[in-house]
């Protein structure tokens, strides 16, 4: 079993920066592949960016430049880095892993970007 409870969310002006983390509990997800989701009213989930458990990083081309995802296994925490901030980044965060072919995923933090 694996808890993810994600923070950092807020309300932020455009232009500004947030950065989300996702702890999780339970067990060790060092090894695993992390996700970052978000969903905007009225729109489905995508994802922003996922990091593997050796370190390599993909994004959604909107958030390329913008956005780093970074893990510090130790602390068994995943963050996303949101800078320049843009309304359009206005969403729920989700963090997700899947460990032995089970997907968990986070309660959310609310990002909202005023412009």
């Known amino acids: 079993q694996v808890q993810l409870v994600e923070s950092g969310g807020g309300l932020v002006q455009a232009g500004g920066s947030l950065r989300l983390s996702c702890t999780a509990s339970?067990?060790?997800?060092?090894?695993?592949?992390v996700g970052w989701y978000r969903q905007a009213p009225g729109k489905q989930r995508e994802l922003v960016a996922h990091?593997?458990?050796?370190?390599?990083?993909n994004y959604t081309e909107s958030v390329k430049g913008r956005g780093t995802i970074s893990r510090v296994n130790a602390k068994n925490t995943v963050y996303l880095q949101m800078n320049s901030l843009k309304s359009e980044d206005t969403a729920v965060y989700y963090c997700?892993?899947?460990?032995?072919?089970?997907?968990?995923w986070g309660q959310g933090t609310q990002v909202t970007v005023s412009s």
């Open positions: 997700t892993t899947n460990v032995s072919g089970r997907d968990y």
């Open positions: 339970g067990r060790s997800f060092r090894f695993y592949t």
């Open positions: 990091i593997t458990g050796d370190g390599t990083t």
